[in-house]
C-alpha cells in the first residue's frame, strides 16, 4: 500500500508517511474521484486525554543507568524522525509514522497518580527518569502542564529524578529544578543532534533549534542545575562529522557532563527512516544504510543489551574512540556524582497525626 502523504498536507512533520501499525487493521485509500490528496487540509495536531491507572514504568535493561521512569504524554509532536519510541503507538492501533507526532495522548492526571505511587508503603526509592520514551517538553507541555505538576509532586517528597529533553520549555520550570539540584535531587540531559539548523529543521521540525537549546543548556547551568550534552542521536555519514562541535559547543554553554548514542532503528523506524533518507538527503541514503548494516551484522538494526545502543565494527570504535579523545579534552568525562536518594520523605497528607515529638 501506498501510504504515502503529499509534502502540503505534511509541513513541519518528520514522517512521510502514515502506514499502519503492526496492531491496526490495513489503512487503504480510496479515491471516489471528488478529491485529491492535494486538496485535503494540512494535518493537525490532536490531543486526547488519557486516565492514567499507573503511571511508573520498571525496567531491567543493563544497558539503562535508570530502573523506572513516567511519562506524561504518549506521542511526540517534535517529530523527530529517528525517534526509537515511535513503534509504541502501535500498541494504541495508531500508526507510529505522522500519527506518532500528530495524535497525541495526555495524561492528566499523572501528578495524582504519581502522589499515589510514591505514597505507598512498600515503594523504594532510586533515581526516576522522565523524557526517556517521549519529550516531556514537547509544544503541547505549554498549555497542559503536566510535566511541571509532576515536578512538583517528586519535589514534595524529594524524589531525585533525571530529565531529558530537547525542549526549551525547561527553562519556565527552572524555579522548582533549582532548589530540588541544591539539595541533588536532579539531573538534565539536553539533546543535541547537529549544528547545522537546516538539517535539524528537516530531522526534527518542531524541535528548537541547536543554538535555542544550547542557549537552554546555559540557562540551566547557569541556575545551579547539572546538564549533561546529550550528542544523540549520531547519524552516520549525515552528523557523524560534528561530534566534536557538538561536545565544544555544549562544554561551551555550560554542560559538565556528556554521552553518545548511535542512531537506532527499532521496528517501523527503519522503513520510516529510509523513506525520510529518499526525500531529503538521497545522494547519502545508500552510505547512512551501509554504515548501520556495518555495525549490526547485515541487519538495519540488532536489538541485543549491549550492543543496541553503539552498535559494533571498526566505524563504532572509531566514534566511541572520538568520543572519549573529545570529552576528556574538554572535561566533560568525569563521572557525576549520584543523585541523592536518602531525603526522600513521604509529605505528611491530610488526616495524619503530627508527631509529639
Not at 514522517?15 to 487540509?41: H, I, K, P, Q
Not at 538494526?301 to 570504535?317: F, I
Request: glycine residues 6%; aromatic residues 6%; charged residues 25%.
Amino acid at each position: 500500500m501506498d501510504s504515502h502523504i503529499v509534502q502540503e498536507r505534511r509541513r513541519a512533520r518528520g514522517a512521510v508517511t502514515n502506514a499502519s501499525g503492526r496492531f491496526d487493521l490495513e489503512r487503504l485509500g480510496v479515491d471516489d474521484g471528488w478529491e485529491r490528496d492535494e486538496d485535503l487540509a494540512p494535518i493537525k495536531t490532536s490531543v486526547q486525554d488519557e486516565v492514567a491507572r499507573s503511571l511508573i514504568t520498571y525496567n531491567k535493561s543493563p544497558d539503562l543507568p535508570f530502573d523506572r521512569s513516567i511519562n506524561p504524554y504518549r506521542g511526540c509532536e517534535h517529530g523527530c524522525v529517528y525517534c526509537f519510541a515511535r513503534p509504541t503507538h502501535a500498541y494504541l492501533g495508531l500508526s507510529p509514522g505522522l500519527d506518532f507526532e500528530t495524535r497525541l495522548i495526555a495524561r492528566p492526571n499523572a501528578p495524582q497518580v504519581l502522589r499515589q505511587e510514591l505514597g505507598r508503603v512498600g515503594y523504594k526509592v532510586r533515581a526516576l527518569a522522565i523524557g526517556t520514551n517521549t519529550d516531556p517538553y514537547q509544544p503541547i507541555e505549554k498549555q497542559r502542564a503536566i510535566t511541571r505538576a509532576c515536578l512538583n509532586v517528586l519535589s514534595d517528597f524529594n524524589h531525585p529524578v533525571a530529565i531529558v529533553t530537547k525542549g526549551a520549555l525547561i527553562e519556565r520550570d527552572i524555579d522548582i529544578l533549582a532548589p530540588m539540584a541544591a539539595r541533588g535531587l536532579v539531573r538534565v540531559g539536553v539533546s543535541v543532534t547537529t549544528l547545522d539548523p537546516d538539517l535539524s529543521r528537516r530531522m526534527e521540525p518542531r524541535v528548537p533549534t541547536p543554538t535555542r537549546r544550547l542557549a537552554t543548556i546555559r540557562a540551566l547551568s547557569d541556575a545551579g542545575i547539572p546538564v549533561r550534552l546529550m550528542a544523540s542521536p549520531v547519524v552516520p555519514a549525515l552528523t557523524d562529522h560534528e561530534l566534536e562541535a557538538l561536545l565544544a559547543a555544549g562544554s561551551a554553554a555550560g554542560a559538565d557532563a556528556a554521552s553518545w548514542i548511535m542512531l537506532r532503528l527499532p521496528r517501523e523506524v527503519s522503513v520510516l527512516w529510509q523513506e525520510w533518507l529518499a526525500e531529503h538527503v538521497p545522494d547519502r541514503a545508500d552510505r547512512v544504510m551501509a554504515r548501520l548494516r556495518e555495525m549490526h551484522g547485515g541487519r538495519d538494526y540488532d536489538p541485543r543489551w549491549g550492543h543496541r545502543m553503539r552498535g559494533q565494527g571498526h566505524y563504532a570504535e572509531m566514534i566511541a574512540q572520538r568520543f572519549v579523545a573529545a570529552a576528556r579534552r574538554l572535561g566533560l568525562d568525569h563521572k557525576v556524582p549520584d543523585l541523592r536518594c536518602d531525603l526522600f520523605a513521604r509529605p505528611l497528607q491530610a488526616g495524619d497525626q503530627l508527631s509529639l515529638f
